[in-house]
């Protein structure tokens, strides 16, 4: 191996692995562990956790479109209170979506995800809490909020 490789194995990376490994696991044998859980277990961020799960991804390897949303969803989704089912049902949405690697889209990728995302996240809350919401998640995902409600409403 090159230097360049073994230092990506070392330290943390090799922790998140080692958790993504069991993340995987986990989930397939239907006794799934949050982002969260599985990250303090292996003393590692959630973000080189999320990053080191998409290695594992098999629907997303045969479609590279789907492989970046899939991970920019994971990014998006850290630093947010998400349960585990609303996780669950988000990457499902972005998988449904994004089967075709040549389909076209209306809105960036980026405006894609954030727009799925608050939908799941806005599913449960009134006009007022939905527009304090938004305001956040605009800020924290980097997308305006009328292209946010733009997907929100489309999908």
Known sequence: RSQTEALKLRGETRRAL?????????????????????SEIVNVSTRSLSKA??????????????????????RMMNGLSIQEDQRTEILGTIQ???????????HTPKVMVSGMIARVLCHDKTKAEIR????DFSKHSGVSVVSIQKVMNGI
């Not at 080692?18 to 599985?38: D, K, L, P, Q």
């Not at 449904?96 to 209306?106: A, M, Q, T």
């Not at 304090?132 to 305001?135: E, N, V």
């Open 132 to 135: 304090g919401f938004l305001k």
């Open 18 to 38: 080692m958790g993504a490994v069991f993340f995987v696991a986990c989930r397939r044998m239907g006794v799934s562990r949050t982002h969260e859980e599985m």
């Open 96 to 106: 449904d979506i994004f089967k075709s690697p040549d389909e076209e889209l209306e």
């Open 53 to 74: 799960i998409q290695t594992f991804g098999l629907h997303a390897e045969e479609n590279p479109l789907l492989k970046s949303q899939l991970s920019l969803a994971e």
